[in-house]
């Protein structure tokens, strides 16, 4: 299978997450880097993708720029995939006019701004067929997978609890203000969206309980702060939920709590069970039943399902994380690039990443939650 | 010191928490059973003195009956003390006769079922100057007492957030079909109160976070669930808390979640630091600051507040516990009961232990938590 | 079931044991102080007795006066029992002394200084027919028993290897020098005996491992060291171990490895599984087995042995630790002496603490070590 | 800086090691496979080479193919290292005919069968110039990097003792004669070496010991066990160890542990503090210092030494694990590489890789380790 070329917006130099991407697509070999756009800054855009190795007439000063000149391109060499790794408020345009081109995306989280952007956007994938992906990277864990599996093959029973955190302690003070870039833009309404807090970490952990259970939000009652003082976004968001079939919920979501670092974890109870999981600490899941030991289930073990294995690369106990989850995302969507590019339909363990449908679940779930945070009502509808 | 003579109402055969009561009573030779009403049913009574050597002539098949003869004794004989360990809904009347007639009283929680009945108690006490302590036992933990001295020093800085957890599963089932004797009466609201799962355990994680920060509920936004159908009262319930000042908290307290055991757990953050405390391993404090490493604090450390200490009996790494905690409730409350037998004020560490204000204000929690259940304004003012 | 009358020798004012060995008698209910010789001084014995509330007549000066006046006095008021808790060097004069004129004993370990002296402990108590415990505490906890019925009911198979440790770190500096009576007389070879840290603890882990696996030890390699200058006994001890039926083990006793607090723990494996316990969390036990998911079991679950359940004073989550097993020792030997005082045998589950024989074998134990420390061969024979 | 071109010994179809070597050169970029003999069958290495991409012309049927075929190539075509993942038997061979032809080696561990050929190595190496690392990988974690640091820098004080485990337990069961081809040569003398768990594991110990100390073995007194029936070689090692200058050691690695996944494990105590390290969940140090609270140390914060921040790609929270530390060695290496060809010496933070010098200090390990084990005397000096 030959490497899929992809060209990259975002994730010059001083950027944090367009080196995870790249990192992730190069650990199993799926992608090779043939352009860029590396920043909105022109001459920064052309020093990173010289750092990079880019070849100087395809290491572009702009996303306009590489996407005429790679149009431009006999259809062989051209790039497969563009991986949009921009601040938030790039997204949509970089997304939009690249899928209205034909080209395959992947783009980083929260999708866009609003849901009539992320509709346009779906509209626009349904007519071109191309593959969008959205780099929700924690349920691309192995043991997400098989916490997916335990929900949906019935091991909880009937789900009636979710318990989702996302404890984060980074922006406890005034970060932005020492000149951090990524406290700068996240903290800025212009570039990060609506929410701040809600729309950096809260909309990935929506994605994990979406993804393991499958449940539908019915409703939200959210109480957003801004801790820090002169911030302008929300820091701390806890929220109240209640889902499709009467399953209730609890998010916490903080960027103040001291001593978080990326503290995402997931507890599902149902009338038959329990699980927890701790993206901290990724190979295990805690799995409680109704009258037996409590369990500890490890990544590479052989009572794992299909999903889970084949998204483990080496056996127990030799620990895989972050960026190994992060390339399964990608894994997915180059088997689906694939499958397009060869005209076939995907075998049931392929192609399993978060969609653009994914991503425009998340910017409803960011739009109520503010809406609900807004309200004295108790519950804002989703 | 001489042993404080108490008599007990409740706890006999088949009861849960009249034998931890006793055993932490004995724990530290502070006190001896001399009397006691041990059921309401007289027979039982009986029995179930017997079992425990209680004097013929003081093993009574009536709380009235105790009052009354204790009443006639000569007061060096009396009880000094009656601990009340009945379902809740006997707390009133008992504690009620036996605090009117000048008894100190030790009594279980919640402490009654109606705000007016615990404002009654509070007159009552004020008017005869008795020792009343409400057994919120998990304020009795030396690493809990370091916590609230962690807050109240700040150390923590001003707190920002606040999140406890009461996580049980046993309810899951429909137990109270079973006979269970403890399922039976805490599912029943005329024996339990207005409140299950928010009355039995939400008081405690209420008094919990009262003692470690002191701050004062402002209003809630209860989402309370009966998940086993046909039982009556709630089994779950999620808040979102405010409080007087601009914190924000978060209580999660369930008895339908498989797995947890008696998983009572506190998060407090501040704007320097945050701390977490877990009650199944309860000899340690997480501690995390603003660029400083993570710390375990460790419950016979040199480095604790006097009041930890004070807890303590045995070194680091002697695990202390559940009883320890629980008996150290009732060291507080007998150095009240001496304090006012010889007539003198307490020491600065003398007398720590829970009152009836604080029983009072975990009614008024639950009611308010009730109240909010079912309001489909967001907020309801504590 | 009456009190039995107990009489204690050591454990005055300043002394760390006698009052672990207080509370564990007074948690149950079985035992009350009667008399004391509390010290060796004559005058702080008697001060340390008013503290107990000792009537001064059985608040005696000396052990010698305790034995003489105690015997004097009718059966039916005379100590059922002596409580030795006195530094180690005392054990024996005293043991035997009160074992020989026909008292029930339960002393501190080890048990003595010399194997000759612990046979002669357990000829005279043949002889006389008396219950002698020695308080190796750590078995007395309801894990402990479970993992005793774990190994002996092969749900590990064949026992292949056997991990055991006692990792302190209190002894890392010269803290004898300090004044600390603790490290001045565990420091002594006086008063200690042969062995330091191997006596102190590594009696500990050797008696944990004969009673959870019934295995005996064939022969012993053993590394000791004295780490602090000028200290007189090793403060730190390794061990390979070979085991009769060719079971391989590993001890790791120290007193030196600073962030140790009491942290004893046991691993072992056989050919169906592995088992792992922790005495500083000690209410769980992880269990492995072959080609099925790793389980915590949980103090408190219905699926533990009868002899564990009957260890366990409250339910599952409601922490139990070191007091309440340290009581669990004096639970089986009460009920011994009861069967003695009954002349009736022991029903099954009664009686389960550890005897003069253990005592002696743990004397072999540490007799063993140090002479494996000293010789230039590999193995020293058990 | 160009990627540096390799070619790969090992590592086709259903081989193990080999595609982890693969990915771990692939996540930085800084490698590109170019040429292959990729299993000592010439048939599968051919279709393992396709697999991989290799073009027809350097997809070879045998190392020695290969290394004739690369000679031949120009300079700037051929490639600049060979990477090494047969079974251990072939290391020595073909280490040793590509660094006498003057390629730059990284080779899997242990290095080779005996401590004359290892000598050997050193001895091409010392004549040719050529990088030659050795994939210890585990010391690749930036937290054991900080470990080496605590210590060398002497936060710990003087080291007193060491505590190393290596807990697997797959081969618990006669895994060999299921035809599992890691369990059938890692048991085969032939393939595998004078040693089995000693020398798979045990010797991943060893390097990770001296990597983090700097001490030198004085001595070792080892008890090595094959448990399972019929297997030739030891399935499971203890140790005790003393090193120059007086500080003691204690091994445990064993293959028949079940449960044990890839547990290693370090724990170093000295005078002043204590520090403890766990593979399975690398991205945590915990630190013990005399009279301070416990300390768990992060991956990614700012109180890091250099070395550790330079071998961390993403911020604390976001685990890191396995690949990445294999990643590390490898970035060791390139950058050694890229001096050499630049004919310039290595900055201070650069060239950070085990070497043939470790390499062939793990097999006089392994030796004597062996030696000491079919020894009556009690310490046999290294």
């Not at 000149?69 to 006019?97: C, G, M, W, Y």
Request: proline share 3%.
């Amino acid at each position: 299978m030959r490497k899929l070329r992809y060209g990259m917006v975002g994730g010059g130099r001083d950027a944090f997450i367009g080196v995870v991407h790249r990192k992730a697509m190069a650990l199993d070999g799926g992608y090779e880097l043939v352009a860029g756009a590396l920043s909105s800054n022109p001459e920064k855009a052309k020093l990173s993708g010289e750092d990079l190795g880019l070849s100087p007439n395809r290491n572009y000063g702009s996303w306009q720029q590489m996407l005429e000149s790679e149009l431009a391109l006999p259809i062989d060499q051209r790039i497969d995939v563009v991986s949009i790794v921009t601040p938030n408020h790039v997204h949509f345009p970089v997304a939009k006019a690249f899928a209205e081109a034909g080209f395959h995306v992947v783009c980083d989280k929260p999708l866009v701004h609003t849901s009539s952007e992320a509709e346009e956007l779906i509209r626009i994938v349904e007519k071109t067929g191309a593959v969008f992906a959205v780099t929700y990277n924690y349920t691309g864990y192995p043991m997400v997978k098989h916490a997916r599996h335990m929900v949906r093959s019935g091991q909880l029973g009937d789900i009636r609890k979710i318990i989702v955190e996302y404890n984060q302690g980074w922006l406890a003070t005034k970060l932005e203000e020492s000149g951090q870039k990524q406290a700068d833009w996240r903290t800025d309404p212009a570039r990060s969206g609506a929410a701040g807090c809600i729309g950096d970490i809260g909309s990935h952990a929506e994605n994990l309980v979406a993804t393991v259970t499958g449940l539908e939000l019915d409703s939200i009652c959210a109480d957003l702060t801004t801790f820090v003082e002169g911030r302008q976004l929300d820091d701390d968001g806890n929220l109240l939920m209640r889902f499709v079939g009467g399953a209730k919920g609890v998010m916490i979501a903080s960027q103040i709590q001291i001593g978080g670092e990326n503290d995402i974890r997931l507890r599902v109870f149902g009338t038959k069970g329990g699980i927890e999981w701790h993206q901290e600490n990724p190979n295990y899941i805690v799995h409680n039943s109704l009258d037996a030991p409590r369990q500890i289930l490890t990544r590479g073990s052989d009572y794992l399902c299909a999903a889970a294995k084949k998204a483990t690369r080496i056996p127990a106990g030799h620990p895989e994380a972050f960026l190994e989850a992060f390339a399964n995302v990608y894994i997915g969507a180059a088997e689906a690039i694939h499958a397009k590019l060869e005209q076939r339909v995907l075998t049931e363990l392929e192609g399993d990443y978060p969609t653009v449908i994914d991503g425009a679940r998340g910017i409803k779930f960011i739009e109520t939650t503010v809406k609900s945070a807004a309200s004295s009502q108790k519950w804002t509808a989703f």
